[in-house]
């Protein structure tokens, strides 16, 4: 099993002490979680110790080590709240939406803006790459497979409801999720680009062009080859 893979086993099956203080935290796991992640972002994971978290939320080392005994443990924590906090605020935009194009832009609204906006992300990206790189590049396999099927489970309910696509029909919408995921790693890696994607109503504009007709143009028939003669290269000479 890969680093990546235990990570992802760690995420869908987290230890349940751990799961305890993200999703019922008393007050003191509130300020843990909170002040950790401002820990992380400040100095990055590897350079944080549990007394600089214990010292940056104002509590005692034994109260942090009764709710977190292990740094690994925290860490956890702080992400599998942060991956909480991502589903959550992508659930409500898709909600949010009226039509199924609507719910679509509005998700991709949300993914750009958490993505660029995230704090820890970036400061991880520039000062920490081998913690992250290697899980979202060469050994991103096992994300993403889990982000693909994901993907194309909501694009499924979007589209086709309680009703069972056909095998080509569900073909086209994971190869269109691998196609999104694999753009949304990208911009996460490399935030640089040309695209229009500074307003909300670039993005919307973005995925109106660009990502609703990757997902809907496909009616399920065969494409028909272009009859037209193919051009010849260019000599090179």
Partial sequence: MTATEEFLRRMVEPD???????????????????GAREQFELVGIRRTTMEDV???????RASLYRRFPAKSQLVDAVVLAE?????????????????VAEKIVNGTVFNVG??????????L????????????????????DLATYR??????????????????????????????????LSFALTPHTSIDLDTVDAIRIFANTYL????TAYDGRP????DAPVRPAPDSK
């Fill in 54 to 60: 214990a010292r940056h939320c104002g509590i005692a």
């Fill in 16 to 34: 349940p002490a751990v799961l305890a203080q993200v999703l019922e935290p008393d007050e003191i796991a509130t300020r843990v979680l909170r």
């Fill in 212 to 215: 609703i007709p990757s997902i």
């Fill in 125 to 144: 990206l520039r000062t920490e790459p081998e913690t992250l790189l290697p899980g979202l590049t060469v050994g991103a396999a096992a994300l993403l």
């Fill in 114 to 123: 958490f993505l660029r906006e995230h704090t820890l992300l970036q400061k």
């Fill in 223 to 226: 494409p028909e080859l272009d």
């Fill in 151 to 184: 993907g194309a489970a909501q694009l499924v309910e979007l589209l086709h409801g309680e009703q069972t696509p056909t095998p080509a029909q569900q073909r086209h919408l994971r190869t269109v999720a691998e196609l999104h995921t694999r753009l949304t």
């Fill in 83 to 99: 991956v909480r906090r991502y589903f959550d605020g992508s659930t409500r935009a898709h909600e949010s939406g009226r039509t």
